[in-house]
């Protein structure tokens, strides 16, 4: 599996953008890129997955290297709801059923 | 739809005594997964299953024994109950793997 380095944890302020950074130099070609959150005392969360190309949908935006080494969540506007811990999930694209889940970012966001 | 869900909520076993998890959806999903978390940690994988029928060890399997006799179930059971078993497990289900839907968790104690 492709090791991941994420911040531990970062902040921001409500209604400004978030990135949330995320290392995994060595992902393979066939790996997808998942994101998921979890909320304090909640499960996780799906929030967005891409290969090769940027990604969007109602929740975030992916941005993907073009080296494929690195990868960047987008939350447009923050809001409080969005605190959580953010995890950066590389995993093989034939069994994507088995995430390997780190210890994520948690992200702050300050009113 | 209640989506996943997990019964009981809360539990606390002796050493050595056994109990079953139960995790129920109502998504119609083929696959489904047994994770535990670890304060501080990332979720790990215990024993997931692709279809009725099917099961497969996951990341730390030792402990537990599954079960997928219907499609929408899938129990885990912990035959001798031990310490290092406490921890709050989440159960996830997923149409294809990809995108996959947690429940509430069930919060275990062994003492």
């Known amino acids: 599996d492709a090791k991941t380095t994420q911040p531990n944890s970062m902040e921001s302020n409500e209604e400004e953008p978030v990135h949330l950074p995320c290392n995994h130099s060595?992902?393979?070609?066939?790996?997808?890129i998942h994101w998921y959150r979890q909320l304090p005392s909640q499960g996780p969360e799906y929030v967005i997955h891409g290969l090769t190309s940027n990604v969007n949908n109602r929740m975030a935006s992916l941005a993907i290297a073009e080296d494929r080494k690195s990868s960047t969540l987008i939350l447009h506007r923050a809001t409080l709801r969005d605190a959580a811990v953010y995890y950066c999930i590389p995993a093989e694209g034939g069994s994507n059923y088995k995430l390997t889940f780190g210890k994520g970012t948690l992200l702050t966001v300050n009113p | 739809n209640a989506g996943v869900t997990q019964t009981p909520k809360f539990r606390v076993l002796k050493t050595g005594q056994s109990m079953t998890l139960l995790c129920a959806q109502d998504m119609n999903h083929e696959y489904m997964y047994w994770y535990r978390q670890d304060p501080g940690m990332g979720l790990r994988l215990i024993h997931y299953?692709?279809?009725?029928?099917?099961?497969a060890k996951g990341e730390v399997p030792d402990g537990y024994n599954v079960s997928r006799l219907k499609k929408q179930n899938f129990l885990l059971g912990l035959e001798s109950a031990a310490p290092s078993q406490t921890s709050v497990y989440f159960c996830?289900?997923?149409?294809?793997?990809?995108?996959?839907?947690f429940g509430p968790g069930t919060r275990l104690t062994v003492t």
């Open positions: 060595t992902i393979s070609g066939t790996d997808y």
């Open positions: 996830a289900s997923s149409m294809d793997g990809v995108e996959q839907y």
């Open positions: 299953s692709v279809g009725e029928g099917t099961t």
